[in-house]
């Protein structure tokens, strides 16, 4: 069976987004990750809900786990959970929290809402497909700027930097939302390790598809996201 | 003779060759002694540097992908300091790893509380029922334990140190009973490397003594068969991590309960480790008092 899924979901979207929150108001640029979303799913990553499990898949890892309503209406979109499953946000019998569960969401790669723990999954999950031979795939988490606060992300930075694992891209969505801000960039951060990094309006879709797909050779690869001011 | 670091690390390194499936990370602890490995298998055998929270996080990816990942460093890097990874990056996210820990709670007794662990066995308590703690008491132990524990996908937590019995009992997985006492004696469990100071300590008393390596899960039904009304645990971490499992087991039978093992305090003092036995009362000399004083005690 095949599936015919859309190429954009932008039609359907805000929709899917309205029956999760049930805020008439906000566009669904309210929401920080939507654009990065809709883009990865719409044109860059190779996974359909026929090919959830096959180990030659593209991995998505949401690390920044929580605010999830544009993560799960572009899963909706894309048909790997059903449109009704939205209507129940955090029900006593949903499938669907405030952070998503891998193992009770078709389609979500990790279980993730403490902030910290997406980075180091996603290199795990680039080196073990590495360790298999599988060369096709490539792994992408998302991350917030205030997230980066967390430690352990600096521990992944300085190792996937060091060994060159050129199979992940990180996109950093940056509300600039760090109490502390990051004096110097984001990027400096991971380019200083050796990542290749753009820093791109995260709301122009041309330019996010060309640095989530602008990854190179022999490094990591680092996307910044740019969307207005969370203050 | 070899000691149960090095029958780790032979064995991984055997099992590395053996098994695709197989991958290691490291921490930098041991990180010289897999070198050889690492050249065969530099895709499988990880190093991140002196960063444990990333060697959890490495191991649950690696475990997404269909890899059966060994992580290894002393237990209070490996357990204490990364104890949410291991909560969140392998049990949440449904996968298991195998955790092999050097220094248990005193083996590091010149380093001081830094490289001290005796809380691990009760961290993985509280991370739910899935673990499987396997606490060998004796090299011997340690390449059954491993060999098994690849062979599955579960969550295996493996603790080494450098104390050790006269004997290996590799089956002993379940209870093992190595001095039978008369009828009704009293039931003395003594869990890894425990067993050599509890067989000294109750030579002439009569009381069953029973062995076993994997306190999780506890062997329960084999506790219900040899417990009568007194029993005593003898364990190498804190006093009393498996108390609440002994009484559930035994709610329905009246029974007293005496629970030995590592103290709570932070001592502040160094020496060796059969200094800190001493301490903590677990050397031969010290298990004899408290057993006899509880043995001896009103209402036994």
Redesign the interface.
Known sequence: MTTTLPTDSSARLPGLIRRLTGDEKHAPSAHSTVDVLQVLYDRVLRVTPDTADD?ERDRFLLSKGHGPAAYYAVLAAHGFIPDAWLDDLAGPESRLGHHP???LVPGV???SG?L??G??????????????G?RKARVYVLLGDAELDE??NH??I??AGATGLDSLTAVVVDNESASHGWAGGIASRFTVNGWTADTIDGRDHEALYAALTGHRPGHPHLVVARIESKG | MTDMRTAFIDTTTALLDEDPRT?L?LADISASQFASAGHRHP??V?N??I?E??M????????????R?IAHSYATFLVDRAY??IK??LD???VGAVLVSIGASYDGSAEGRTHQSPGDVALFDSLGDGWTVRVPGHPDEVAPLLRDAVTTDDPIYLRLCEQRNAEAYPGATRLRVLRRGLTNAPLVVAVGPMLGPTLAATEGIDVTVAYTHTPRPLDTPGLRALANTDVVLVEPYLAGTSSALVSRALADVPHRLLALGVGQTDLRRYGDPADHARWHGLDADGLRRSISAFLGSVGG
């Open positions: 180990p569960d891998r193992l790669e990790i279980g403490s910290g723990h980075l180091g999954l996603a290199v795990g999950t680039a080196l073990g497909l590495r360790a298999q599988l430690g352990s521990e992944a300085a190792y | 991958a990370v895709d499988r990880l991140v540097g960063r929270q990333l959890i996080g490495v191991a649950g990816g690696l475990a997404l992908t269909g890899l990942p949410e990874q969140l990056d949440h996210q449904g």
